[in-house]
């Protein structure tokens, strides 16, 4: 089964299937250019597009024409996941193995400067991806996070460091003990519980994670100026954090 089809028996029209695939292959386009690119109609176009942002699947600019954006196919598949039956399980991986790779070489210019995720395992993934495409550096915050979540990113980083990427790692004392037998080198400095998580990779990305009270926010970005100052936070706190020697 194609994944056009995939999304047609998840419920989504194939108006809106077809919209949905050529922003993946643009990476970003306005109502009328949209219709011109594909077979929706003009007169169809901004209905489709408002369903296709009501479910999960686009994000619209505020600006004036709107621009629409794709969502990445892991969180368009999260949104539908919570309203898919146990059958449709397998339409949905499927669809994320398929489509993941288009998205991942659209060009960074014509997608949304930054990315909102609110569904945790879709941010873990993300995070997990951005580590491993790492070729120079990762500068990390790691907060206290559920149990495996954190596995998964240790053992990441674990690899990194035996690869020769170069890691310098904030995180709590809790967290420090159990980082510490894993016995990969990065540089680690001990800091105070926070609900924040940031993770820079190449000093190009940021990923940044909220947590609080059970509420869960993640933010992806490329652009210039928040990766600047995602930067420039990280280092100041990495002054003022201490050794893990003082402990």
């Known amino acids: 089964m194609s994944t056009?089809?995939?999304?047609?028996?998840l419920g989504l029209s194939r108006y809106e299937?077809?919209?949905?695939?050529?922003?993946?292959?643009?990476?970003?386009?306005?109502?009328?250019?949209?219709?011109?690119?594909?077979?929706?109609?003009?007169?169809?176009?901004y209905s489709t597009l408002k369903s296709l942002t009501s479910v999960g699947l686009v994000k619209v600019s505020r600006t004036r024409p709107q621009i629409y954006y794709p969502m990445s196919p892991d969180e368009a598949v999260a949104h539908l996941r919570r309203r898919a039956t146990e059958k449709q399980e397998k339409l949905l991986k499927g669809i994320v193995d398929e489509l993941m790779p288009l998205y991942n070489q659209t060009r960074v210019s014509e997608r949304a400067e930054i990315e909102i995720i609110h569904d945790i395992d879709v941010a873990t993934r993300r995070v997990l991806n951005v580590v491993k495409e790492a070729k120079a550096g990762v500068r990390a915050?790691?907060?206290?996070?559920?149990?495996?979540?954190?596995?998964?990113?240790?053992?990441?980083?674990?690899?990194?460091?035996?690869v020769g990427i170069?890691?310098?790692?904030?995180?709590?004392v809790e967290n420090?003990?159990?980082?510490?037998?894993?016995?990969?080198?990065?540089?680690?400095?001990?800091?105070?519980?926070?609900?924040?998580?940031?993770?820079i990779s190449d000093l190009r990305e940021v990923f940044a994670v909220y947590l609080d009270d059970g509420r869960?926010?993640?933010?992806?970005?490329?652009?210039?100026?928040?990766?600047?100052?995602?930067?420039i936070l990280f280092e100041?706190?990495?002054?003022?954090?201490?050794?893990?020697?003082?402990?």
Do not use: C, H
């Open 4 to 9: 056009e089809e995939a999304f047609v028996q």
């Open 17 to 45: 299937v077809e919209a949905y695939m050529a922003l993946l292959n643009a990476g970003s386009s306005d109502a009328k250019a949209l219709a011109s690119s594909t077979r929706v109609p003009f007169s169809k176009i």
């Open 141 to 162: 915050i790691i907060p206290d996070v559920p149990g495996a979540q954190f596995e998964q990113l240790t053992f990441l980083v674990e690899g990194l460091s035996r």
């Open 166 to 172: 170069n890691l310098k790692i904030l995180t709590t």
């Open 176 to 199: 420090l003990k159990l980082l510490t037998p894993r016995g990969f080198f990065a540089e680690m400095k001990v800091l105070a519980g926070s609900p924040i998580g940031l993770l």
């Open 216 to 231: 869960f926010y993640a933010l992806f970005t490329q652009s210039d100026f928040l990766v600047n100052l995602a930067i």
């Open 236 to 247: 100041r706190l990495w002054n003022l954090a201490e050794e893990p020697a003082t402990l």
